[in-house]
């Protein structure tokens, strides 16, 4: 199981089991840049679209742009049965490489 509070080191060292990068932020904001790799599902759509978007088996992290609303839902997610982290910070501490476009 991962932390609940995930470092950027560890996603750009690769120290997680093969996570998903769920990106909360609004689409224009994703397109500007996002961790290569994440997919982009707005804050406002998690909890209707986890069940269908977010696979159990894996691990998840959740992006945005400071960590508060990621953390809020990856405890919502933890609470559903989810093995899910926040980045801390969120993008605004990303110093790895970014991705541009709607990925």
């Known amino acids: ?36 790799g994440a997919q982009a599902l707005p804050y406002e759509q998690l909890q209707a679209e986890a069940e269908a978007r977010i696979h159990r088996a894996r691990p998840v992290v959740l992006l945005d742009g400071g960590g508060a609303r990621a953390a ?6 933890r609470q559903r049965g989810y093995d899910a982290g926040y980045l801390v910070g969120g993008m605004a501490r990303w110093m790895g490489e970014l991705a541009t476009g709607a990925g």
């Open 1 to 36: 199981m991962i932390s609940h509070r995930v470092e950027a080191w560890q996603l750009i060292e690769g120290a997680l089991p093969d996570p998903q990068l769920i990106d909360l932020r609004d689409p224009e904001a994703f397109a500007r840049g996002h961790i290569p």
């Open 72 to 77: 809020e839902l990856a405890l919502w997610l």
